[in-house]
């Protein structure tokens, strides 16, 4: 028997290889459908730990400390006692204690918070020494500025420190406030005028403050997922939570959503990845049963022979299963050896390696058995047919109730699935979050193609059969021969059917594989900003302006950025925003150019000196002030430069400024008045132009006349310091400031009164607009048009803007922002400090030693990302994953399609040919021989190629896939396109070229002299 079986699939080779192969297909990817879901899960674990924010990787615990528990070592303690609690290795555990105080300057106070937390010294860069005994503080570069304070002054605190005032031994600059040291503390506020001052525990017990807050924060490295499972993550943190809750401790878990979140996101994968199977699954038996049932017809001969000479029926049933049966069972076990080298690259904790491989093993015996199944219905009508059928070399149609009736359910549960997709996609989406689709809307697009091609199928025969009537009518003997086959051949419904379902689901496959790629492309370019960013430490603003303007003159590849998240304004050097960054319209413009010269205006020339010695030409009105300049060189470094007290009426006043001796630009003076009243015997004051003593509009005392500053060479003379345009006071509410008025002689600055009074003894050059332009984005153009706005552009840093554009969302910093010129508002911040997040971007044709030339301008390099890593990291999220898997499930269906379409070719291939070597001797044409035998397959493939790209288009939009992009469902930008061109064209080209392959190849050719076709 079985030799009887080999010989018959040696003596029809062609179908035995297509079974074996189209088995080999679905087993192998039934097989590898538990290893890709095992994998694709831990992928996307770690992926969105990495990805995520720290805070929320995060567990927080805050406890109150009465002034009875305040020990030295309470931090450490309660670091041990949380991280034995929730018992994750893999987490990095941090304590701090956090007093709220003021610093106490005169009668007037700020609010600085004191805190202690373990490893400050080693996260930041230090000048001075880290505080090591009690009173001893760090204070940060804008403290210092702010309070005027520097290593070794003395700081009065309160409460507990007013009469014995802390010492500075540090000014700390922080390293990389984005850190997981930093962001999880939220310690660092970034609209604070003062950041924390840093002590050892001993200051703050010796203090015993009313009101002490000890918090300790807990946050999981990006692969904490890559060790445990995310609900061993949830359940421990679940189970610390009370314990750590009886001891004081008030919770905050966002470590614990993220857990829950990428366990639903595996479900996601869980879920609908075996959708595609099932799709898959039902695609091949369908094939399959096409290739069995017609390649049954080589069989008919064979079997009526059998039942004339009285063959019993269990014999047949051998026979004939048996030649299908033995190429898919070769097929199941290729397909099963295939998967092997998969099973490397499984680890995830929800599938086990011996589950996983259990589940690969039923898949692939699932297929083969339904396959076999599907051979065995196929074959069961000629095993069941009359002797006389069998003998007829044309099959009749196949025709009744239980024909429509198929068809009718299937285009009911097309119409069903058709519906709740549309619900399901066009629900509320407050309503309808984290609600799960069904099984039938997920499947709808499978259903609505099968029916189309169903309902497709039962117009073709018909319109054929006109076709060729009145083909014949008219003489055109090869559109006739064409039609005819169309008409009278019984496979032509079912395959059209099956050859457009397989169109349908690729093209949808591709449109929606290449709308996920896209929005994960672009979701990573607008967090990232360009092709490549540099997170970078610097001494200001400046600094790093000036730094990557000299290491790229011409603004081809590098662009210093400042980025403030919380704040919401982004900060670019606008010389390059149309060279550097991965612009897009919705950012304010599509003409990034454009957008450039509306963010930065043409500013005056800066008012600047040079000399290592600068001579200031001053005068004091009444009384007498001390005197101060603030400049900054070309590099961006600050320089102060002291006059002195002027007193006694005009004179000059020199002040050493040694890094200015190639240039600096002029920023601001500080004037301080020493609120003495004049004697009677002080110098009379002298007379401005226009303005007599006698005057009530005479400067009050400690007035003082700036007329000139001057250097080594030239530098700047009494007209500037006399048009009042170019003079400012500070920006926004705050301690009252100096008041200023021009002469002709100069400018005229009267302080306020001196310390403890509050006032603010500042005069900047104004070198900038009246107000900063920005282009907002989000509710912030909403919140600016209904008031006279204002953004912190950077950390205690208030400026007026006027809004120059909208936008959809501004990059790296989100929706809800402004976006502004760095050089600009760096002039009008007039601080000289530094900024939030301190970047520089960068393009792909950036040099390899960036990093190097940067730290060779004093701007130092601690991290960075680039769109195409993140752009990786989205695409192993549970979308992108599931999306990949249908694409593959799409294309072997393409594949198994064209089996069955060539496998209905070639076992008609020796009867047709027959046919058509008759039809030569009669006098037809090779042409027309040709044409009729390529054409009626390739015009069913031509008929299923268009049908399938049309019903692609509303199965990919209407019928839009339930999962989201992204699991956070992400919507900063619009969504891009469902369905575009390209992608769609190269899909349905794909598919076409396919099926012309295998029609050419399993028609053969037909000879010239009328001979069969070989």
């Not at 499972?229 to 943190?237: H, K, M």
């Not at 390649?295 to 064979?302: K, P, Q, S, V």
């Not at 090869?478 to 093209?507: D, N």
């Amino acid at each position: 028997m079985f030799g009887l079986i080999l010989r018959a699939l040696a003596s029809r080779r062609a179908p035995s290889i297509t079974l074996f192969l189209l088995t080999v297909l679905s087993a192998g990817a039934a097989a590898a459908a538990p290893q890709y879901i095992a994998t694709a899960t831990r992928d996307l674990a770690h992926a969105t730990a990495e990805a995520a924010p720290v805070l929320d990787r995060a567990v927080f615990m805050r406890r109150p400390i009465d002034q009875a528990d305040l020990r030295p070592d309470a931090v450490s303690q309660a670091e041990q006692e949380v991280g034995t609690e929730i018992g994750l290795p893999d987490l990095r555990v941090h304590g701090s204690w956090v007093v709220n105080g003021s610093v106490v300057v005169g009668s007037n106070s700020n609010n600085v918070l004191l805190v202690n937390r373990t490893g400050f010294c080693a996260e930041v860069d230090l000048d001075g020494a880290c505080p090591s005994r009690p009173g001893e503080v760090a204070v940060s570069e804008p403290t210092a500025r702010n309070f005027g304070v520097e290593v070794g002054d003395a700081l009065a605190y309160a409460p507990g420190y007013e009469e014995k005032p802390f010492t500075v031994t540090a000014v700390y600059r922080i390293r990389d406030p984005y850190s997981d040291y930093w962001a999880a503390a939220r310690l660092l506020d970034s609209g604070q005028q003062n950041p924390p001052l840093f002590t050892v525990p001993e200051t703050i017990v010796a203090a015993r403050p009313q009101t002490t807050t000890l918090v300790v924060d807990a946050v999981a490295s990006g692969d904490v997922f890559q060790h445990h499972p995310p609900l061993s993550v949830r359940d421990r943190i679940v189970e610390a939570t009370p314990t750590l809750g009886e001891r004081g401790y008030e919770p905050q878990t966002p470590l614990r959503v993220l857990a829950v979140t990428i366990y639903n996101s595996q479900l996601d994968i869980v879920y609908a990845v075996p959708i595609s199977m099932i799709e898959l699954l039902a695609f091949c038996w369908i094939a399959l049963f096409l290739a069995v049932r017609h390649g049954a017809l080589e069989r008919h001969r064979d079997i009526g022979l059998l039942k004339l000479r009285g063959a019993g029926g269990s014999r047949m049933l051998a026979l004939t299963l048996g030649q299908s049966a033995v190429p898919m069972l070769l097929g199941g076990l290729v397909g099963l050896a295939v998967m092997v080298p998969l099973r490397a690259g499984v680890g995830i904790a929800e599938f086990s390696p011996t589950t996983t491989d259990l589940l690969s093993v039923a898949a692939a015996a699932v297929t083969v058995l339904g396959a076999i199944l599907a051979a065995a219905i196929a074959e069961r009508r000629a095993l069941s047919a009359p002797v006389a059928l069998l003998m007829r070399a044309v099959p009749p149609r196949r025709t009744g109730w239980r024909y429509g009736a198929v068809d009718g359910v299937l285009v009911i549960l097309a119409l069903a699935g058709a519906y709740e997709a549309w619900s399901y996609a066009s629900r509320d989406p407050v309503e309808g979050a984290g609600q799960q689709s069904t099984w039938l809307a997920l499947l709808a697009p499978a259903l609505l193609a099968f029916a189309l091609g169903v309902v497709l199928a039962r117009v073709v025969v018909p319109i054929a059969a006109g076709v060729a009537r009145r083909a014949l009518r008219a003489g055109r003997l090869g559109v006739a021969f064409t039609a005819t086959e169309l008409a009278r051949r019984p496979a032509v419904p079912r395959l059209t059917a099956l050859l457009t379902a397989a169109v349908t689901l690729f093209c949808v496959a591709v449109t929606t594989s290449d709308t996920t790629t896209r929005s994960g492309a672009e979701r990573a370019a607008t967090e990232i900003g360009a092709d490549q960013v540099l997170l970078v430490t610097a001494p200001s603003r400046t600094v790093l302006l000036a730094a990557t303007r000299e290491i790229d003159p011409r603004g081809e590849f590098a662009m210093a950025v400042v980025a403030s998240a919380n704040l919401g304004v982004l900060a670019v050097d606008t010389t390059r925003l149309a060279t550097v960054p991965r612009w897009r319209g919705d950012y304010g413009g599509a003409d990034a150019a454009a957008v450039a010269a509306r963010l930065r205006p043409e500013p005056p020339a800066p008012l600047t000196v040079t000399g290592a010695e600068l001579t200031l030409t001053a005068t004091a009105l009444r009384g007498s002030a001390q005197v101060k300049a603030a400049l900054q060189t070309t590099g961006g470094a600050a320089v102060h430069a002291d006059f002195g007290w002027v007193k006694g009426g005009a004179g000059d006043y020199r002040a050493a400024a040694p890094g200015c001796a190639a240039g600096c630009r002029l920023v601001s003076f500080e004037i301080v008045g020493s609120g003495v009243v004049p004697e009677a015997t002080a110098p009379p004051a002298p007379a401005l132009p226009g303005l007599p003593i006698e005057s009530p509009e005479y400067p009050a005392p400690d007035a003082v006349l700036l007329s000139a500053l001057r250097g080594a060479e030239g530098g700047i003379d009494t007209p500037a310091f006399a048009e009042r345009s170019r003079w400012r006071t500070a920006v926004g509410g705050g301690p009252a400031p100096a008041a200023v008025a021009s002469t002709a002689t100069g400018l005229v600055v009267t302080p306020g009164p001196p310390p403890p009074s509050p006032n603010d003894p500042f005069v900047y050059v104004d070198d900038n607009p009246e107000r900063l332009p920005a282009i907002a984005a989000g509710v912030r153009r909403a919140e600016f048009d209904a008031s006279d706005p204002h953004v912190v552009a950077f950390p205690g840093s208030a400026v007026p803007i006027t809004i120059t554009g909208s936008a959809v969302a501004v990059p790296r910093v989100g929706r809800d922002a402004v976006l502004v010129d760095l050089e600009t508002a760096d002039l009008m911040s007039s601080d000289l400090g530094g900024g939030e997040s301190l970047q520089v971007w960068a393009t792909s044709a950036a040099p390899a030693d960036l990093a190097d030339r940067l730290a060779a301008h004093d701007v130092a390099v601690y991290g960075g990302g680039t769109i195409a890593a993140l752009a990786d990291r989205y695409s192993r999220q549970a979308p992108p994953s599931t999306t990949r898997f249908q694409l593959i499930a799409a294309a072997l269906m393409v594949l198994l399609a064209a089996g069955a379409l060539g496998v209905i070719v070639a076992v008609e291939r020796r009867p047709r040919g027959a046919e058509l070597a008759a039809l030569r001797q009669q006098g037809l044409s090779a042409r027309t021989a040709r044409r009729a035998m390529f054409g009626g397959y390739l015009i069913v493939s031509a008929v299923a190629l268009v049908a399938g790209v049309v019903t692609a288009v509303p199965a990919r939009t209407v019928l839009a896939a339930p999962l989201s992009a992204f699991p956070d469902r992400w919507d900063v930008l619009p969504p891009p396109a469902a369905v575009r061109p390209l992608p769609l064209l190269l899909a349905a080209v794909s598919a076409a070229l396919v099926f012309a392959l295998v029609v050419a190849l399993a028609s053969g050719r037909v000879r010239r002299d009328g001979g069969e076709p070989t």
